[in-house]
């Protein structure tokens, strides 16, 4: 099957640059997207085709693609953005998420 | 403004069966894909599979497959997750999803998620 490989954790300062890696076999000829989820709220869609932002999202997220690693970078990290994030991406048959990763702002 | 708006909370026994819907209004319903997405406690994301409410074209997850069932009712904007005999492990939230028109493949909207609870 197809997986996609998140640290579980990052810690960042506030003010401070966080960035969070997604790595997969296939992501090298696939768009990568991202999703913020807060405790007890939906995921909420931050980046999608690797480097774009929906409307209402904030500047400071950012992503990028190079080989099969994805990035999302979240510059001038505010306690607001502290949540999950969650990589996803499509093999063609199957949308496949990554585990996760517990992004800290201390 | 899009909005998808899901059914609520269900509690059930195991062996009984289940039917949770997704109302989409906002935008045409019939030509954006409809997904559902899992989420079992404390535990990450997991795709369903897909809906297309125009056609009912549907496409199930390898894991998902044989397990549920996707419909859809264009007549009145609304997506359907069914089980037929629910077991202990179906306990989740459940959330319905767009996907977005663009190349790739993303869901751009959310569903405020149905949390299914299966006890004896």
């Known amino acids: 099957s197809y997986d996609l490989t998140q640290p579980p954790s990052v810690s960042v300062s506030p003010g401070q640059t966080a960035s969070i890696t997604c790595s997969g076999d296939k992501l090298g000829d696939k768009y990568a997207c991202w999703y913020q989820q807060k405790p007890g709220q939906s995921p909420v869609l931050v980046i999608y085709?690797?480097?774009k932002r929906p409307s209402g999202i904030p500047e400071r997220f950012s992503g990028s693609r190079s080989g099969n690693t994805a990035t999302l970078t979240i510059s001038g990290t505010q306690a607001m953005d502290e949540a999950d994030y969650y990589c996803q991406a499509w093999d063609s048959t199957t949308v496949v998420f990554g585990g996760g990763t517990k992004l800290t702002v201390l | 403004e899009v909005q998808l708006v899901q059914s609520g909370a269900e509690v059930k026994k195991p062996g009984e069966s289940l039917k949770i819907s997704c109302k989409g209004s906002g935008y045409s319903f019939t030509t954006y894909w409809i997904a559902w997405v899992r989420q079992m406690p404390g535990k990450g994301l997991d795709s369903m599979g897909i809906?297309?409410?125009?056609?009912?074209?549907?496409r199930y997850s390898p894991s998902f497959q044989g397990q549920v069932t996707f419909s859809a009712d264009k007549s009145i904007s609304t997506a359907y997750l069914q089980w037929s005999s629910l077991k202990a492990s179906d306990t989740a939230m459940y959330y319905c999803?767009?996907?977005?028109?663009?190349?790739?493949?993303?869901?751009?909207?959310w569903g405020q998620g149905t949390l299914v609870t299966v006890s004896s």
């Open positions: 085709q690797d480097n």
């Open positions: 809906i297309y409410p125009g056609d009912s074209d549907t």
């Open positions: 999803v767009r996907r977005g028109a663009g190349s790739g493949y993303y869901f751009d909207y």
